[in-house]
């Protein structure tokens, strides 16, 4: 189904000046979702023609096979809408369009990146959508009605939409239905359409794949929607790319691209690697160190020097984006980018990659696709770009240009919703004595701690928003989900934080046949925070709600990697050096749940 906006003003209107729901009369509005009956057709070739081969001159396959197909690897059902609002404006194949996913909550940043760009768009919109219903059969007060009420507003609320965003949709099942009461405006409110109930409600990677597949251009920007586009990255790379078309040969050449320790923006050698799929062009990504900075993009810097100055203040106004997770976009080189003057038309490459490594990429639609195997937060977006990095991309910095985060109040809203309030919330410490060669919490002044209930018991509490509030607050970060190990074991490089993700469980603390030992029973919504030494191990998985005995595992900022120390007195263990390592261990200076105050600060 394709639906053409023909309704659309100049002016922007508000969200919630617009009468919703709309009637059903609107001749924009469908009588039902689903994917065309009108077959994609495929050219026969030289060869088949040249041999009389061609009885048939076109050769069909419906679109919902060829769709099925595509995205195979996307939990089902999963249904996918190509172009439910397809843009009238003109798409120049050496353009760069934005590819990116919505949900419900993210309309106002989304329209405010449609208003701020004016580019091609191509953006996987998901709604929550019952298995094997119609839209018809749905009253109008349905949530899923209702959000794609709210999208219908949305998009015939500025030219703008019409003239350049493509929206394709992606409807599953796989969550909670939304809140017909609360942010209808778009202006924020809860965790839209309140998805990620189940980790397939958030199938990112396969909404990345249909967002980059359907694009009309060769060139895509991956970018999350809530950043803003602060410099013309979109024309240095299309005039880039007009100046070498005419000299543009396909076929393998000396890289020199990869030489170089300066390169130039306009270099054949790096668009020709760009246009093969070999080259993925980073803009830096910043935010602001007070979110109440980063609300409105009015007050943005638009060139580097403005940046620079900004980033050079005492204290800096802005900072790298995500600075507490310094693998996610370290490799950027920052201290380079910082060192290039304003104008250069530079770029370099890349030369430390690392795995969670996860920048804001223009690239070719030729390069690996994203594996959609990946739901819910953590990894999916590292995942793909490590997979293009494997199969021969390098990553080269664009040193003139940038992209800010834009603040919002609706992380900080479902925050609160989600977490006891710290006047509520009930903790419990405990002292374990060092028992055979478990250290426990002899060598640190402080307990194990448990948090108890610190997330609340509401179907929406997942692994993935624990893991989601907890980078927020960016004093651990999550590196595992699994249960707990049967044998007794604990870590002497680093302490250690356990939020429970799902279940219930029986523990031990302190080791075997420690008679000053715990024994504790922890459910889903308790958080464990484990000094290092402190032995600990799963006596009895005990099911409860959500299914099995799950933990999101996270470590200190900057912490080394954890090692598995077992207290038995086997070799390799040498109980000098492990003291050693604990004993100058750093403490919490911020609370790993709460952020500036909390318990781990006090105790």
Not at 42 to 56: D, E, G, H, V, Y
Request: proline share 6%; glycine share 8%.
């Amino acid at each position: 189904m394709v639906l053409s906006a023909t309704k659309s003003t100049t002016k922007i209107q508000s969200l919630s000046s617009l009468a919703i729901p709309v009637d059903f009369s609107d001749a924009l509005w469908p009588a039902d979702l689903s994917s065309s009956d009108s077959p994609l057709y495929f050219q026969p070739t030289t060869l088949a023609s040249k041999f009389a081969m061609n009885n048939a001159s076109q050769t069909p396959i419906r679109e919902t096979t060829f769709l099925s197909k595509a995205f195979s690897g996307a939990m089902h059902p999963t249904r996918i809408i190509p172009f439910y609002y397809r843009a009238t404006g003109y798409a120049d194949e050496s353009d760069v369009t934005i590819t990116t996913l919505v949900t419900a909550n993210r309309f106002k940043v989304f329209r405010q990146l449609v208003e701020r760009y004016q580019g091609p768009i191509s953006v996987t919109i998901h709604i929550p959508f019952p298995a094997q219903a119609s839209l018809a059969s749905l009253p109008l007060t349905h949530p899923s009605v209702v959000a794609l009420q709210r999208l219908h507003t949305l998009y015939t609320s500025s030219s703008q939409f019409s003239t350049y965003v493509d929206v394709h949709l992606a409807l599953s099942p796989f969550a909670a239905s939304a809140h017909p009461d609360r942010g209808h405006d778009g202006e924020g409110g809860d965790d839209g359409e309140g998805e990620g109930e189940g980790e397939g409600g958030r199938q990112f990677n396969v909404w990345r794949n249909v967002a980059r597949l359907f694009a009309r251009t060769e060139f895509v920007m991956m970018l999350d929607v809530d950043f803003a586009v602060c410099t013309d990255w979109r024309g240095a790379v299309r005039d880039a790319i007009r100046r070498t078309e005419a000299t543009y040969v396909m076929g393998p050449r000396g890289d020199h691209a990869e030489d170089s320790k300066q390169i130039d923006l306009g270099s054949a050698e790096l668009v020709r690697r760009l246009r093969e799929g070999h080259a993925a062009l980073v803009v830096p990504a910043f935010e602001y160190m007070k979110q109440e900075d980063g609300v409105n993009q009015i007050n943005f810097p638009t060139n580097k020097e403005e940046l620079l100055h900004l980033t050079r203040a005492s204290p800096p106004v802005l900072t790298l984006f995500h600075a507490a997770w310094t693998p996610g976009h370290n490799s950027t080189d920052y201290a380079r980018y910082y060192s290039i003057p304003p104008g250069s038309g530079e770029v370099y490459k890349v030369t430390q990659y690392q795995s969670a490594y996860e920048p804001y990429v223009i690239i070719s639609k030729r390069v690996t696709w994203c594996d959609e195997r990946f739901t819910g937060y953590g990894a999916n977006k590292a995942a793909c770009l490590f997979e293009m990095y494997l199969g021969g991309v390098s990553f080269y910095v664009l040193a003139d240009h940038f992209l800010i985060h834009q603040s919002h109040t609706y992380e900080e809203e479902a925050r609160r919703e989600e977490l006891i309030p710290l006047s509520a919330l009930r903790t419990s410490t405990y002292y374990i004595p060092a028992h055979a060669h478990n250290p426990n919490t002899s060598l640190a002044p402080h307990p194990l701690l448990i948090y108890h209930g610190v997330f609340r018991h509401t179907p929406s509490i997942s692994a993935s928003k624990i893991e989601s509030h907890l980078t927020d607050i960016g004093v651990v970060v999550p590196h595992w989900r699994y249960t707990m190990y049967r044998q007794s074991h604990f870590h002497s490089t680093t302490h250690e934080l356990l939020a429970i993700a799902s279940g219930r469980a029986r523990l031990l603390f302190g080791g075997e046949g420690n008679p000053d030992g715990m024994k504790l029973e922890v459910q889903k919504g308790d958080v464990m925070l484990l000094p290092a030494g402190v032995a600990h191990r799963l006596l009895e998985d005990l099911g409860g709600e959500g299914g099995a005995f799950q933990m999101v595992g996270c470590y200190p900022v900057g912490a080394k990697q954890w090692d598995m120390c077992y207290g038995d007195g086997r070799s390799g263990e040498n109980d000098k050096e492990i003291r050693r390592r604990i004993i100058s261990l750093p403490w919490f200076d911020r609370d790993p749940v709460y952020g500036d105050e909390g318990p781990a600060i006090h105790i």
